[in-house]
């Protein structure tokens, strides 16, 4: 018999209770000594004496309110609280319930970690395509003359400048945000695509404006 695993499933507190041991803010009156006013104090794996300096545990406690010898008390507690034998073995599969279960929470931690890792790389990889094909604009598209008014500006340099920052701020947390920013822009990651669609229809308006003129240059060209 295990003694230990007695110590440890049985709280000392709910034996004395369960034996109708009184106790009065966890104080009983002493089993060790004529004790007029309660001065043992009972704690969940032993008790101690503050008249007498008796201390021990369940199963000294038990062993002194019965008169039984420590196998005799251990035995008594093991039937009482009806702990299943061999204990040895219901303590080992409860611990590997709690591995398996570890094991478990684990596990669905990493897939959200996992699916959450695959959609950042997603966002990122849709700003970063948007990023080098604004710096283009940013740069190819400039007009070659300040002076022509910003309204006959192309609008791929315009959104360029207007969105390049934002478009940085967002990379920029992607890669060295803390954790509860990037949480949040992944939240927010249908905004992002939106965002994503709205340059991405300037491109489109660009692109038809400049097709038109092209084509149009062609019917020119093919009537002279
Ligand atoms: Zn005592």
């Known amino acids: 018999m295990d003694f230990n695993i007695i110590r440890e499933s049985i709280p000392l507190e709910i034996a004395a209770k369960h034996y109708g041991v009184e106790t009065k803010k966890g104080m009983c009156h002493c089993l060790f000594h004529n004790d007029k006013t309660p001065s043992m104090k009972l704690y969940k794996d032993n008790y101690y004496c503050f008249g007498c300096g008796a201390h021990g545990d369940v199963i000294d406690f038990t062993s002194r309110l019965f008169g039984l010898g420590i196998y005799d008390a251990a035995s008594k507690l093991v039937t009482d609280f009806r702990l299943k034998i061999p204990i040895e073995r219901t303590f080992k599969e ?53 002076d022509v008014p910003p309204e006959e500006w192309d609008e791929r340099f315009v959104a360029a400048h207007v969105y390049g920052d934002y478009l940085d701020e967002l990379i920029d947390i992607i890669d060295f945000g803390e954790n509860y920013e990037v949480f949040e822009l992944w939240e927010y990651r249908k905004e992002v695509d939106d965002f994503v669609e709205r340059i991405r229809r300037i491109e489109q308006t660009a692109d038809g404006n400049n097709q038109t003129g092209t084509s149009s240059g062609r019917v020119c060209e093919g009537a002279t």
């Open 94 to 146: 409860a611990e590997r319930k709690e591995k398996m279960d570890k094991v478990r929470e684990a596990l669905s931690e990493e897939k959200i970690r996992r699916a959450f890792s695959i959609s950042q790389n997603e966002i990122r990889k849709k700003l970063v395509d948007l990023k080098v094909k604004m710096d283009e604009w940013k740069y190819g598209l400039k007009p070659k003359n300040m």
